[in-house]
């Protein structure tokens, strides 16, 4: 898959295809808020290294999608975006979902990681024992630990371990320009600091002809009010919004704050047609966005996901 980079001097035209699909493979990053807090809490909180927290594996779970672009050609694309944390748990959900058929088979042309966190890398194993020279595209930010566990070395404080080291291309985005992956497919990194010394995370917009653009994130991390001012400033179109997709960080551990009450409430003012938020964007927040009337895309609640209020493990979203 070329990556075509292009600076913002100018706001970008990137193509339109005739829909997407994401299917939510796993939402669930980790079983237990309590659990996580207490590694988090026993390495020195958030400040800490990720790669060097004594993560208790049975409560690892992941963070996964599967985008399906339709050209406007009818001809079908397809990524992954991020890879799940515990590695059994991933193999589970590719063989429920038909990602493993689909990686072993060359019809997923690449893995997209939004960012380097272990419940959206760690369980890449999972994907390269399937698909070992898959093309891997990561936002220039990530680390070096991040790229050596890649290539497949072993973090053993961490419990991350990746027993099938990549054999295929390793695609660094740099932040702040607009890649085009094929026609109305575009990735945007952007450069943040995030928790457990993480740094970075990418997310993509999708342009669907005659229904605007779809902006798709693994945590959302940078905000939904970042992810819709660079589409104002950068892209062609860039204030007609048709959905959003993925986790959007709202309340991943509890209840909702004022200032995230008051982020959610906010963001009426983008008009969207079509909210598919899941991951940790919380429940409290999507609770609050159905009382609010948003257009929030229910779920099955099923194959263990949390609630049936939003897109879960199992589901499916069309736009288009």
């Keep these: 898959m070329p990556d075509s980079s292009r600076t913002t001097a100018e706001k970008i035209d990137f193509g339109a295809c005739r829909a997407v ?167 945007v990194g952007f450069d943040l600091p995030i928790m457990l010394g993480i740094e970075g995370e990418q997310s993509l917009y999708v342009r669907v002809e005659d229904k605007g653009l779809v902006a798709v994130t693994g945590c959302g991390h940078h905000s939904v009010d970042r992810i819709m001012a660079f589409a104002r400033d950068h892209l062609v179109d860039g204030t007609d919004f048709y959905g959003l997709y993925g986790g959007l960080h709202l309340a991943p551990f509890g209840p909702l704050a004022p200032a995230t009450e008051a982020i959610v409430r906010d963001m009426s003012k983008y008009r969207l047609k079509r909210i598919a938020c899941n991951h940790c964007t919380g429940l409290p927040a999507v609770r609050l966005m159905i009382d609010l009337g948003y257009p929030v895309v229910r779920g099955s609640g099923r194959d263990g996901s949390i609630s049936d209020l939003y897109v879960g493990n199992g589901d499916s979203v069309t736009f288009g």
């Design 21 to 187: 699909k994401l299917t939510c493979v796993s939402e669930i990053g980790w079983s237990s808020n309590d659990t996580l807090m207490q590694d988090i809490a026993g390495s020195g909180g958030i400040a800490a290294n990720q790669w060097h927290i004594p993560w208790r594996e049975e409560n690892a779970r992941g963070s996964c999608s599967l985008l399906e672009v339709e050209d406007l050609d009818g001809s079908h694309r397809r990524l992954l975006i991020d890879s799940g944390w515990n590695r059994d748990y991933m193999r589970a959900r590719f063989a429920a979902t038909g990602v493993d058929r689909l990686l072993r088979t060359g019809k997923i042309e690449g893995v997209f990681l939004t960012h380097e966190h272990m419940d959206h890398l760690f369980g890449l194993q999972a994907v390269l024992e399937l698909k070992p020279d898959v093309s891997i595209y990561i936002p220039s930010t990530f680390t070096d630990d991040a790229c050596h566990f890649i290539a497949g070395i072993e973090f053993p404080d961490a419990h991350a371990s990746n027993a099938a080291p990549h054999q295929g291309e390793l695609i660094r985005l740099e932040t702040g320009r607009v890649h085009v992956l094929m026609p109305g497919l575009a990735a």
